[in-house]
Nanobody, 122 residues
């Protein structure tokens, strides 16, 4: 079993930056892909970024390309999401998830954290 805990969310002004962290406990996540998803009020959960087990490959949603960077440190069982140039449309609860498949579909991820709130003010 894998437990995931997100941190780093908060309130930031438009144009600002935040760094989210996802730390795993229990089984190692070194063999799993890890992704970030987000869900804004009244909207469906959407894919943000994913990273494969080694950290050698990443995928991003079009709306975050060039602004967000996903990275991982398997020794520390952690995955980070550096978010720059934030805008109010980025306001959402951000979730990390781990799974065996390196994909953008939330249905493929087996383990989920509880989420961390990111609020971007205009």
């Amino acid at each position: 079993q894998v437990q995931l805990v997100e941190s780093g969310g908060g309130l930031v002004q438009a144009g600002g930056s935040l760094r989210l962290s996802c730390v795993a406990s229990g089984r190692t996540i070194s063999s799993y892909a890890v992704a970030w998803f987000r869900q804004a009020p009244g909207k469906e959960r959407e894919f943000v970024a994913t990273i494969n087990w080694s950290g050698g490959s990443t995928k991003y949603a079009d709306f975050v390309k060039g602004r967000f960077t996903i990275s991982r440190d398997n020794a520390k069982k952690s995955v980070s999401l550096q978010m720059n140039s934030l805008n109010p449309e980025d306001t959402a609860v951000y979730y990390c998830a781990a799974g065996t498949n390196y994909v953008s579909s939330s249905y493929e991820y087996e383990y989920w954290g509880q989420g961390t709130q990111v609020t971007v003010s205009s």
